[in-house]
């Protein structure tokens, strides 16, 4: 069974530009969801998406959003860069949502840097 | 609120010693909690999880935590180091009844020495 895919691994970006990450969960999996990884902050916990809907958020600002399509891939937007936005993205999936026992299956990132 | 606190940023063992890391947490409901390790360049890999039952977990690789309520705490431990434990460790809390997701402490760097 394949496991999460995120595309792209690396991505390099400019002040003001906006980003789009795409994320494709394990077959079967219908939950999404995404973190931020920066060396000061650690793990943040950005959204989840469950089945097309947005079932948690964190405390992001609006410029970070995302979605979820039919077929269970998600991407998430990230408009209007700032440096700070430089961190490791990391999707994980799950068969169930976010908030229960299961595992939640994580990518390999999308390192993005912001110039 | 819920969150975790990871004592110790960095922890260096011999090979062949006693693994210790430790995780507090604070919950005001039952939590589930995680402990996920991380390679360098890599996604985070599930070592073990608590959810409810026994409070001794096993997991992968040798590792195992136990759930003490007390204490509010899920330290992670390995009897034996290897050098390929080398990594950076996560511990997390999430909980259904809060309707938290995973909530990361900020990670503890464990290197092991020959």
């Known amino acids: 069974k394949a496991g999460v895919t995120q595309t792209p691994r690396y991505l390099i970006k400019t002040r003001g530009q906006q980003v789009t990450l795409s994320c494709s969960p394990i077959?079967?999996?219908?939950?999404v969801s995404w973190y931020q990884q920066t060396p000061g902050q650690g793990l943040q916990f950005l959204f989840e998406?469950?089945?097309?809907?947005?079932?948690n958020k964190g405390n992001f600002p609006g410029r970070f959003s995302g979605r979820q399509f039919s077929n269970s891939r998600s991407e998430m937007n990230v408009s209007t860069l700032e440096l700070g936005d430089s961190a490791l993205y990391l999707c994980?999936?799950?068969?169930?949502?976010?908030?229960?026992?299961?595992?939640?299956?994580f990518g390999p990132g999308t390192r993005l840097t912001v110039l | 609120a819920q969150s975790v606190t990871q004592l110790g940023s960095h922890v260096s063992v011999s090979e062949g010693a006693l693994v210790l890391l430790r995780c507090n947490y604070s919950?005001?409901?039952?939590?589930?909690l995680f402990w996920y390790v991380q390679y360098p360049n890599q996604g985070l890999q599930l070592l073990l999880k608590y959810t409810t039952g026994a409070t001794l977990v096993k997991g992968i690789n040798g590792f195992e935590a136990e759930f003490k309520k007390s204490e509010t705490s899920f330290h992670l431990t390995k009897p034996s180091a290897h050098m390929s434990d080398a990594a950076e460790y996560f511990c997390a809390v999430s909980s259904a009844q809060a309707g938290t997701a995973l909530i990361f402490g900020k990670g503890t760097t464990l290197s092991v020495s020959s």
């Open positions: 919950s005001s409901v039952p939590p589930y």
């Open positions: 994980a999936s799950s068969s169930t949502p976010g908030t229960g026992p299961n595992e939640q299956f």
């Open positions: 077959s079967g999996h219908r939950s």
């Open positions: 998406y469950f089945s097309e809907t947005q079932r």
